[in-house]
């Protein structure tokens, strides 16, 4: 059984910066293919980026410059770097890992990200 672990969320000042990490229980994150979404109230969930397994990346257009997706295989760990974070990046951020093995999408419960003054 895998398991999507999502930390490092919390509140931060406009113009501020926060790193969002994601671990897995039950397999190891380079089996997968990782991606960000994040959700806001009463609206869908938004993809921000994706790696691969070999670590080719990929962002949504509103991310890019700004938002990093990244691997830390020492510590088995997938990475979102969010800087110069404002109001509207307020959100529920989730990781996802997914593997054409079994097709299955997996997802943590999600972290909450707060950015006010």
């Known amino acids: 059984q895998v398991h999507v672990v999502e930390s490092g969320g919390g509140w931060v000042r406009p113009g501020g910066s926060l790193t969002l990490s994601c671990t897995l229980s039950?397999?190891?994150?380079?089996?997968?293919?990782m991606a960000w979404f994040r959700q806001q109230p009463g609206q869908p969930r938004f993809h921000i980026a994706t790696i691969t397994q070999r670590g080719e990346t990929s962002y949504a257009d509103f991310a890019k410059g700004q938002f990093t997706i990244s691997r830390h295989n020492a510590t088995d760990t997938v990475q979102l770097q969010m800087n110069n974070l404002q109001r509207w990046d307020t959100a529920r951020y989730f990781c996802?890992?997914?593997?054409?093995?079994?097709?299955?999408?997996?997802w943590g419960q999600g972290i909450e990200v707060t950015v006010s003054r």
């Open positions: 039950g397999s190891e994150t380079t089996r997968f293919r």
């Open positions: 996802n890992a997914f593997t054409m093995t079994n097709g299955v999408d997996y």
